[in-house]
């Protein structure tokens, strides 16, 4: 199995839209049984609220559902769950970098770099532009997926 946790500041907006994204890939394919996929935040400003209602309505235009998703933290213990930890921005990877010490297996990546960009994935909260990081986020999605079957002859 090979599990992945998206992963940005409040885990209400970019990392469950990356969570629910990559899920209705894995979905289509019909590869649901091979994947762990999960999102957590880096804060502690939003655990338990639901996701933004910018991103639920996002979402929704593409008939994706994440009902029921609440924000968590990601955890120190996470690092030895999941296989990637993927941060929308660079504040998101130093803080995992605090969270969990080191990174000594390689498993923290940046979510555009699987589309060859260093460029951060702007947060709605403060630009209000889902639709931006919506196409931001699937076409990393759909290429991280790309990498996976690769990876691991899916």
Same mark, same amino acid.
Not at 54 to 70: I, P
Not at 128 to 154: H, M, N, P, V, W
């Given at each position: 199995?090979? !599990?992945?946790?998206?992963?940005?500041?409040?885990?209400? /907006?970019?990392?469950? @839209?990356?969570?629910?994204?990559?899920?209705?890939?894995? !979905?289509?394919?019909?590869?649901?049984?091979?994947?762990?996929?999960?999102?957590?935040?880096? =804060?502690?400003?939003?655990?338990?609220?639901?996701?933004?209602?910018?991103? &639920?309505?996002?979402?929704?235009?593409?008939?994706?559902?994440?009902?029921?998703?609440?924000?968590?933290?990601?955890?120190?213990?996470?690092?030895?769950?999941?296989?990637?930890?993927?941060? @929308?921005?660079?504040?998101?990877?130093?803080? @995992?970098?605090?969270?969990?010490?080191?990174?000594?297996?390689?498993?923290?990546? =940046? @979510?555009?770099?699987? &589309?060859? =960009?260093?460029?951060?994935?702007?947060?709605?909260?403060?630009?209000?532009?889902?639709?931006?990081?919506?196409?931001?986020?699937?076409?990393? /999605?759909?290429?991280?997926?790309?990498?996976?079957?690769?990876?691991?002859?899916?």
């Amino acid at each position: 199995m090979i !599990k992945i946790m998206f992963v940005c500041h409040g885990n209400i /907006c970019r990392s469950p @839209m990356a969570e629910f994204v990559f899920k209705d890939i894995i !979905k289509r394919e019909n590869k649901e049984d091979l994947f762990k996929i999960s999102s957590s935040a880096t =804060s502690n400003e939003e655990i338990g609220n639901p996701v933004h209602r910018g991103t &639920v309505n996002k979402l929704a235009q593409y008939g994706v559902g994440c009902a029921g998703k609440r924000a968590v933290r990601l955890q120190r213990a996470d690092y030895n769950e999941y296989d990637l930890f993927i941060g @929308m921005d660079s504040y998101n990877l130093v803080n @995992m970098l605090r969270i969990f010490g080191d990174d000594r297996d390689k498993k923290i990546r =940046s @979510m555009l770099e699987f &589309v060859g =960009s260093t460029r951060d994935v702007a947060d709605p909260w403060y630009t209000g532009d889902f639709d931006k990081t919506y196409d931001d986020i699937k076409s990393a /999605c759909e290429a991280l997926y790309d990498y996976l079957k690769q990876r691991y002859d899916l």
